[in-house]
């Protein structure tokens, strides 16, 4: 086995299904998916080499209405329903992150 790491500050996992049922719902124009707004979070670099990691996952069972779950894999027992249309600076505040405005 080969070990390789990441430079992640945080690693949030999004589910998958609920972005897809929402078709995008952020970002400027609402066309954006959670999970692509929040990597925008990150402090540059892609993948690993990202400041945070954004892991799509399949269905988390929770299925809310017009909204995507979201967890914090540092904070694994507090889940976070994200409402279509949410500002993306409070959502990353909410998940840990700070804002990429600092």
Do not use: H, Y
Request: one cysteine or more.
């Amino acid at each position: 086995m080969k070990r390789t790491s990441a430079q992640w500050d945080a690693a949030i996992i999004v589910c998958r299904k609920c972005s897809k049922k929402l078709g995008g719902g952020f970002g400027e124009k609402g066309k954006t998916s959670l999970a692509k707004a929040l990597r925008a979070q990150a402090d540059g670099g892609k993948g690993r080499k990202a400041g945070i990691g954004v892991v799509e996952t399949g269905c988390l069972k929770i299925c809310p209405e017009n909204a995507v779950v979201t967890i914090n894999g540092a904070r694994p027992k507090d889940w976070l329903i994200v409402p279509k249309g949410s500002d993306i600076d409070v959502v990353a505040q909410r998940l840990g992150l700070g804002s990429k405005r600092d």
